[in-house]
């Protein structure tokens, strides 16, 4: 039996009533979805976001057709999940400067100064990038957020990032383009 024929099967005990079976499909994709969500929010949210992610498949899946796999079905889910958080969470557009760590503004400072050779020796300073990319990031609205992670961090095509966020293909050029530039004027900012 093939992988979408043993998931329909599954699925359609839990329409039946037997929701323990969900635990079937949670485990078969539970590392799937992690792997999407800790690249998309804070590793402290990462589970209550994995678990809402869980909740709404269940909670959606009479609305499954099985034209596309589960697992990609389950992927749309958690990329919108994701942006959820962050819609939730969104801040004012205007992120100070003064939010970054010392060490983080330091790394920005001697990165500039030394012209950005070897700029990245260690962990250390992998961390002091990525606060510096997360907070350039916070500038961008939820969606534009998860246009940039998709497409330029996960490797997603553009009808991909289209169909993972339902908005056209030409809409995520758009705010791919958009992103870019607010992204390089933030970080010209802290410059």
């Known amino acids: 039996m093939t992988e979408n024929g043993e998931d329909a099967l599954v699925i359609e005990r839990i329409l039946n009533g037997d929701t323990d079976a969900f635990e079937i499909l949670l485990k078969k994709y539970q590392d799937t979805v992690t792997k999407i969500v800790v690249a998309k929010v ?56 003064s939010s970054l760590s010392e060490s983080a503004r330091h790394w920005v400072a001697s990165a500039c100064a030394d012209g950005a050779k070897n700029v990245l020796n260690g962990d250390s300073e992998r961390m002091e990038l990525r606060e510096i990319l997360d907070w350039a990031l916070d500038h961008l609205s939820p969606t534009d957020r998860m246009v940039v992670l998709l497409l330029y961090f996960d490797g997603y095509s553009l009808r991909e990032t289209s169909m993972a966020l339902g908005i056209s293909i030409a809409n995520v050029k758009i705010r791919a383009h958009r992103s870019r530039k607010k992204l390089r004027h933030a970080l010209v900012s802290l410059i």
């Open 42 to 97: 804070p590793y402290c949210h990462m589970s209550e976001v994995t678990q809402d992610v869980f909740i709404r498949a269940f909670k959606s899946l009479s609305s499954y057709r099985g034209g596309e796999s589960l697992e990609s079905w389950l992927k749309t889910i958690a990329v919108r999940t994701c942006c959820d958080y962050w819609r939730a969470k969104y801040r004012n557009q205007e992120t100070p400067m």
